[in-house]
């Protein structure tokens, strides 16, 4: 199972924890879907404001990125720049 | 706003135009003449982006008059290359990286070559300086230094400033 | 996926690297260059804004007709001219903003929330007759309290900007309004216990003031509406695609009956990531049918163009005697100006990103107040909380008796570790770009009186996102790359290069253009350190492509297997002993591409992920003068973990306009309000950025250790971290020259002249 985590408050407003949350999705995708079953409001959430960093990678709107069986998979808040 | 006729020697060519009593030279320059070389920064004589040596002075050409220019010689970035060699400053800030978006380049130009003009073998404090009316926002101005005093030793080499 | 990695580690590169003379250079230097305010078209009219007088007040009516009846005056609009619109998010760099704030700014409805605040605007045939009109204009003002100072603003009887704005971000939902538009926590570990276990605590509360991005260019576009509602604009923006994206939707329209011409730009630094002036002059040349020319004068972009926020940052830091850092606290209120979207999220993230701290928790407040919408400005946030925790750790290395570098090596995040914002760090150098300041002969150069040495560390996410581009080969065997990203800082030359080099070509025989948005696939903004990764790897690829297909043609021509063709230096070698060949080189490829197939192009569009985050360290030395307060900076060094330098000059500038920049926030930068909340200093004269005069001479560190592997080249953006760390580095050294440490920016003569003489 990959192990999905974040540092910030606003998912913690849905999921109503801070400890690691066991995920079975292997793409981006998948896991946007799986996050809206189990807690609902929270997979649209991270497609439209988050960023998702896999293994330490950051990445951004990109469904098809695929997460591996002991991925680390953590949520921030989109970045942008100047 | 009325008009008068002005005639000036621009670049090294006699021109005639119509310019308004209360229109700068920079505006007179880019809007009647089509030099939009010269750039407006700020339109107070704070940034020297619109710098032009009028009868060999260098001047701010947003705090001119353009019927100032009357019977003048002025000189813009578009004179700077001659028969479409690069004066060896527009090369140096080519080969030094001297200016990345480019906009206040022009000033520069104009600023250095009039530095140049009364003074071949300037120091970098010297440069700096004569400089200090010139705004960048990009470069920090460090190659902009390093292109002005190789571009100086270059014409020195060659015998003297153009 | 291209083979990254390999590429990532290439030696042996013979353009990538070099320093060649970027391919638009001659423009630049000649003036021929076209930039917003160049573009002229026949029969153009001049527009103008009209803006409000005051900070704070309710519209009560627009009078416009007698602007309107006057002889010259060709079109007058106020936000009646805009459709209503909705809430949704754009992209705008960092501290996005809703669609519905960025047309309100753009024409205030309803209410006007800062002195410059647009209301009405005219088009006329010359700019005397649009100043007249503007004048004929009468607008009848309901005036209110303001509120301009970020704490002011948060506390609960201060004047409202928005009744219907509830602080986000809490729970439960609060039922009072707020000038808090969000409140955002970013944490790990357990800070309590942290502190307990401390055996040295820090506080400090550090201040700093809004600042400009200062680019040298005010905004500029011209718009010119069809008859037949295909319209057309050309503007300078650091992305115009998503100028015609945030046109269409202020304005009601599709985004196919908008193209947007790319002029050059000058500066933006994330100041032109958003519109003010482009659908405005849409709507007023879509009422007259004329091409309408808009520019700002430089006041007007001081009074109504964004600047970055003004911010509070309360640090407390918990460590070790042995300089561990074990325990972190950071609280952030940043200043957002007339609508939400500081970048407060950024700051956040940002603030602890250098350390392994184990417990921390940063808190961030966005909050509004009457002053111009912020906007982003080069690593938004990130200078901000750097200036508040790089002087913290400064006085922490007081404490401690450590040297400020050591400190930092022995709290460094290296790779593997995982950051305070969550995600983990893979190929990083940051020991290695302390090291590199520690090595430097500046750091042991010997300091005089009045003199002081400040070090300051700093760091950016970088970004990727989608990009486009396109290779076209010449008949005579060179190439053309296309792309849709405006070229701030010379980005054409590595677009170039990365083709050259991809395609075997020497750089001469590459140009670079960049497209309207029609004529190459969309590209998000220039800006975020994102066009030589993102844009670089589209170019890479589609290079990558026509060396596949050139390969293809070879083998047609010689008759063999494709796999028995090898592209090296720019031509194709058979592979095949049994075929005694010579080389095709693109030159001879190029001529008879009819023959084998057509013209030889391609384009890629991507959304490129994996962008390397960088860490910057920064060393500045300088020298007060006791008798004026006047900081004169005598040495720069900035090191940089940059990944891989494509064109090494231009990466240097990155740093060294970054330090300027910074340079001129720490010292002298900063907006003067008077007591109605109207700007006192809108321009250059008294709001001081760093002349030539002010500055020496800046020495870069380019550390490429840790090339980026997604990368077809290894290179990680580098444009924002180098103004994380000038704030601090230049808080910290006048620290050390003159024992008083200045914990609000900026340190002009007459405020570290009061300090002294306060200490003194």
């Not at chain 2, 005639?7 to 005639?16: D, F, H, K, L, M």
């Not at chain 3, 180098?722 to 003569?749: D, E, F, H, W, Y």
Request: with cysteine; charged share 20%.
């Amino acid at each position: 199972m990959a192990r999905l985590l974040s540092a910030v408050d606003e998912v913690r407003a849905f999921t109503g924890t801070a400890d690691v949350i066991d995920v079975q999705a292997r793409t981006v995708g998948g896991l946007i879907a799986e996050l809206e079953r189990r807690f609902p409001g929270l997979g649209a959430h991270v497609q439209q404001r988050m960023a998702i960093a896999i293994d330490g990678e950051i990445h951004q709107d990109a469904l098809a990125e695929p997460i591996g069986p002991d991925s680390e998979v953590v949520l921030i808040p989109r970045i942008g720049g100047g | 706003m009325s008009r008068v006729r002005i005639e000036a020697v621009v670049n090294g060519e006699p021109v005639e135009f119509l310019g308004g009593t209360r229109q700068s030279l920079l505006d007179a320059l880019r809007d009647e003449l089509q030099l939009t070389g010269t750039k407006e920064g700020c339109g107070t004589g704070d940034c020297g982006a619109c710098s032009v040596i009028v009868d060999g002075r260098l001047v701010c050409s947003c705090l001119m008059l353009a019927p100032e220019a009357d019977g003048r010689t002025v000189e813009t970035i578009e004179g700077l290359a001659k028969n479409g060699v690069m004066h060896p400053l527009q090369q140096q800030f080519l080969e030094q990286a001297a200016l990345q978006c480019g906009f206040c380049t022009p000033g520069f130009l104009v600023a250095a070559k009039a530095l140049l003009d009364r003074n071949p073998d300037p120091t970098e404090s010297e440069v700096r300086y004569w400089l200090a009316g010139n705004l960048c926002r990009c470069t920090g101005y460090d190659k902009i230094v390093r292109a002005v005093m190789d571009a100086a030793a270059q014409m020195r080499a060659a015998g003297g400033a153009r | 996926m291209n083979d990254a990695t390999h590429a990532a580690n290439a030696t042996g590169l013979k353009v990538v690297g070099q320093r060649p003379i970027r391919p638009d250079g001659a423009d630049k230097v000649t003036g021929r260059a076209v930039f917003g305010a160049d573009v002229h078209l026949p029969g153009m009219l001049i527009g103008r804004v009209k803006r409000s007088p005051h900070a704070h007040a309710r519209i009560l009516r627009i009078d416009t007709s007698a602007a309107r009846a006057l002889p010259g005056v060709k079109a007058v609009v106020t936000s009646d001219d805009f459709p209503r619109v909705g809430s949704e998010a754009l992209e705008q760099g960092e501290g996005s903003a809703t669609l519905v704030d960025v047309a309100d700014n753009c024409l205030a409805r309803g209410k006007v929330l800062y002195a410059g605040h647009a209301v009405a605007a005219v088009a006329a045939v010359s700019s005397e007759i649009a100043e007249r009109a503007l004048d004929l204009i009468t607008v009848e003002y309901e005036v209110l309290p303001h509120v301009i100072d970020v704490e002011a603003a948060m506390a609960p009887d201060a004047p409202l900007l928005n009744e219907r704005l509830f602080t986000a971000g809490v729970t439960p939902r609060p039922t009072t309004p707020s000038n808090i538009a969000q409140k955002t926590v970013v944490a790990r570990g357990d800070v309590a216990k942290g502190f307990a276990a401390a055996e040295v605590v820090h506080e400090g509360r550090y201040v700093t003031v809004p600042v400009h991005q200062g680019y040298i260019e005010p905004h500029a576009c011209v718009a010119w509406a069809g008859a037949d509602g295909q319209h057309q604009i050309w503007c300078s923006s650091q992305g115009h695609f998503a100028v015609r994206a945030m046109c269409a939707k202020v304005l009601g329209l599709e985004l196919r009956d908008i193209r947007v011409y790319p002029a050059e730009i000058g500066g933006g630094f994330g100041g032109k990531t958003t519109v003010y002036l482009e659908p405005v002059a849409l709507a007023l040349s879509r009422q007259c049918g004329r091409p309408v020319r808009m520019v700002m004068s430089r006041e007007e972009v001081f009074l109504a163009s964004g600047p970055t926020s003004g911010g509070v940052v309360e640090v407390r830091l918990g460590a070790m005697k042995d300089g561990t850092i074990v325990a972190a606290e950071v609280t952030l209120k940043f200043q957002a100006g007339a609508f939400p979207g500081s970048p407060v999220g950024a700051g956040s993230m940002a603030a602890l990103a250098c350390y392994a701290i184990e417990h921390a928790v940063v808190t961030g407040y966005d909050v509004v107040c009457n002053r111009p919408k912020v906007a982003a400005y080069r690593a938004p946030g990130a200078p901000i909380a750097a200036f508040g925790v790089e002087s913290a750790i400064d006085e922490l290395a007081v404490i401690l008796g450590m040297d400020p570098i050591d400190l930092r090596i022995r709290n460094a995040v290296k790779p593997g570790m995982k950051a305070v914002y969550g995600a983990s760090f893979r190929e990083i150098a940051f020991v290695e770009t302390l090291q590199a300041i520690q090595a430097h002969p500046q750091y042991r150069a010997p300091l005089g009186p009045n003199q002081g040495r400040g070090v300051a560390a700093g760091f950016w996410f970088n970004i990727g996102g989608e990009s486009s581009a396109a290779v076209h080969v010449d008949e005579d065997g060179g190439a053309t790359v296309i792309t849709s990203n405006p070229d701030i800082g010379g980005s054409r030359a590595s677009m170039a290069m990365m083709a050259a080099e991809t395609l075997g070509l020497p750089i001469e025989r590459v140009r670079a253009t960049i497209a309207d948005t029609t004529a190459i696939g969309f590209s998000a903004l220039t800006g975020g350190s994102r066009v030589t990764f993102a844009t670089g790897m589209a170019v890479v690829q589609a290079a990558q492509r026509v060396v596949q297909d050139l390969k293809r043609r070879a083998a047609l021509t010689w008759e063999c297997e494709a796999d028995q063709v090898e592209w090296r230096d720019g031509a194709a070698y058979c592979t095949d002993a049994s075929k005694e060949v010579a080389p095709l080189s693109l030159r001879d490829l190029a001529s008879r591409s009819a023959r084998t197939g057509g013209p030889i192009s391609a384009e890629v569009s991507l959304n490129a992920q994996g962008a390397g985050p960088g860490f910057g360290v920064h060393v500045c030395d300088v020298e007060v003068d006791p008798e004026t307060g006047r900081t004169t900076v005598l040495r720069y060094t900035a090191a940089q973990d940059v990944g891989r330098a494509i064109h090494p000059a231009y990466v240097e500038g990155q740093l060294q306009g970054g330090v300027a920049q910074g340079i001129g926030w720490a010292l002298n930068e900063e907006y003067v309000y008077d007591a109605k909340g109207v700007l006192q200093n809108p321009g250059f004269l008294d709001y001081r950025m760093p002349v030539a005069s002010d500055l020496p001479m800046i020495d870069t560190i380019l550390i490429e250790s840790a090339p980026n592997p997604r990368h077809p080249y290894g290179a990680k953006g580098v444009g924002e971290v180098p103004i994380v760390p000038p704030l601090a580095a230049v808080a910290n050294a006048v620290q050390r020259a003159t024992g008083v440490r200045m914990r609000a920016l900026p340190i002009s003569p007459p405020r570290l002249l009061a300090a002294l003489d306060g200490e003194g």
